[in-house]
Nanobody, 124 residues
Framework: QVQLVESGGGSVQAGGSLRLSCAAS????????MVWFRQAPGKEREGVAG????????YYADSVKGRFTISQDNAKNTLYLQMTSLKAEDTAMYYC?????????????????WGLGTQVTVSS
């Protein structure tokens, strides 16, 4: 089993920055992929950024390319999401997800492990 705990959310003005963290514990050795999703009120959960944990290869949703950066610190078993040039439409609950075998997809059902989320609110 793997446990994921997000942190770093908060309120920021448009144009500002935040860094989210996701601490992983448990059987992290077997993780193949870690992904950030977000969900705004009344909207479906959408993928934001992902990373192939073993290789460091990253991928992003078009809506955040050039503004968000996903990274990992394997020594700390921690995933990060650096968010810059934040917009009001980035307001959402942000979730960390992980899986041992699937990656490169925005289909939430493909990921076995989820955190409880951290709220990001961007005011315009």
């Amino acid at each position: 089993q793997v446990q994921l705990v997000e942190s770093g959310g908060g309120s920021v003005q448009a144009g500002g920055s935040l860094r989210l963290s996701c601490a992983a514990s448990g059987y992290t050795y077997g993780l193949y992929c870690m992904v950030w999703f977000r969900q705004a009120p009344g909207k479906e959960r959408e993928g934001v950024a992902g990373i192939y944990s073993r290789y460091g290869t990253t991928y992003y949703a078009d809506s955040v390319k050039g503004r968000f950066t996903i990274s990992q610190d394997n020594a700390k078993n921690t995933l990060y999401l650096q968010m810059t040039s934040l917009k009001a439409e980035d307001t959402a609950m942000y979730y960390c997800a992980a899986d041992q075998s699937r990656c490169g997809t925005w289909f939430a059902g493909n990921y076995n492990y989820w955190g409880l989320g951290t709220q990001v609110t961007v005011s315009s």
